[in-house]
């Protein structure tokens, strides 16, 4: 079994002696943990490769200058940069990230999220993986100062330290696999909760977003009306009734669902709130959990509009049927967001 004996106090800046020495040997003893062995580490590299390496290609002539492939943060009168840019400021501040030494981003994507940690809330050194080598090659071709980029799964990192805080948006719909189960589903969140809980410095937060079904899970998410959605809860009054429309709806959104998953996104599925809550108990306090489908509605709406108008250079990029299935998932999205069939989650979780 490996040890990670790499990190030394002099990355800490200034600090006392005795601070330096209590934190070296929490840290030491942190790392001498056994890992547990799996076989399974979620999206495949060649799942991963198809949508952020292939279709990538398409989407940054939609996502603006900052290539933040998420829902943004609205108020009045933003522009899609500016929702962006709140976003990541959100995080930043929610994880407690501001000012700190050594923050990681995972799933970094395109490294947004990085430099603005760098640049503009003065962390002394941010870390990024993501498993798209095209993504990690364009962070690092920027050059960006206190910044790495690492091309990895969440699942074989090994840090050179502790984290003060983490940040993972838009990535855990990549931990789970395509799995209809909701035990294996919570087992897996919780092996990701269960890392990031042994990478944090006592007290450190991870600041998490997420695409996420509706309360109720994603099969009800899928065949109840909207009108039911929005009337029965997390829990249901579990007298629901299915006519023939809402059956056929039903059908309708589950292969719409499914399209996306086989075209689009493959390899994913979206987890719950519930899920989440409950993947990090005992590792975690939750302190912070809001829904915004309004967010993922201005969102999609402007890359849909900026898709669609960038159709004939995305057909000689990746092909009109792959443009094709971009748009269909994004109308899919739209609709679902809409209909509260699914919806944005932000999440904040302290360590215990």
């Known amino acids: 079994m490996g040890e990670v004996l790499t990190w030394h106090p002099v990355h800490l800046g200034r600090r006392s002696s005795r601070a330096l020495v209590a934190e070296t040997d929490w840290w030491v003893t942190i790392v001498h943990r056994a890992k547990k062995a799996s076989s399974y580490k979620g999206t495949s590299s060649k799942a991963i490769l198809h949508q952020y390496d292939f279709l990538g290609d398409f989407y940054r002539l939609t996502l603006g200058p900052e290539l933040v492939y998420s829902y943004g943060m ?114 897996r969140y919780r092996e990701f909760f269960e890392r990031c809980h042994s990478w944090l410095l006592p007290t450190g937060r991870l600041s998490l977003q997420a695409n996420a079904w509706n309360d109720r899970g994603w099969l009800t998410s899928l065949v109840l009306s909207p009108e039911q959605l929005a009337s029965t809860g997390e829990r249901g009054s579990g007298s629901e009734h299915l006519g023939l429309r809402a059956i056929q709806g039903g059908v309708k959104n589950v292969r719409e669902g499914l399209h996306a998953s086989r075209k689009v996104f493959p390899e994913c599925f979206l987890p719950t709130r519930a899920e989440l809550t409950e993947a990090a108990g005992g590792l975690f306090r939750v302190v912070e959990t809001r829904s915004d489908p309004a967010d993922g509605v201005r969102t999609v709406r402007i890359w849909l509009e900026r898709a669609e108008a960038n159709r004939a250079r995305g057909a000689e990029l990746i092909g009109e049927g792959a443009v094709s299935d971009i748009l269909r998932e994004q109308r899919t999205a739209l609709r679902f967001l809409r209909e509260g069939r699914f919806t944005v989650v932000r999440m904040v979780f302290e360590k215990r």
């Open 74 to 187: 609205w108020e009045e009168g933003d522009t899609l940069e500016s929702a962006q840019l709140r976003k990541l400021d959100h995080h930043a501040e929610a994880a407690r990230a501001v000012g700190a030494r050594r923050v990681l981003d995972v799933g970094c994507g395109w490294g947004s999220l990085l430099h603005r940690l760098v640049e503009t809330h003065h962390v002394k050194h941010a870390v990024g993986i993501t498993m798209s080598p095209g993504q990690a090659a364009w962070a690092r071709d920027q050059h960006w100062p206190g910044c790495e980029v690492r091309t990895e799964n969440w699942f074989d990192h090994e840090p050179d330290g502790p984290y003060d805080a983490i940040i993972a948006i838009e990535a855990i719909e990549h931990f789970a696999g395509n799995t209809m189960w909701r035990a294996k589903r919570i087992a």
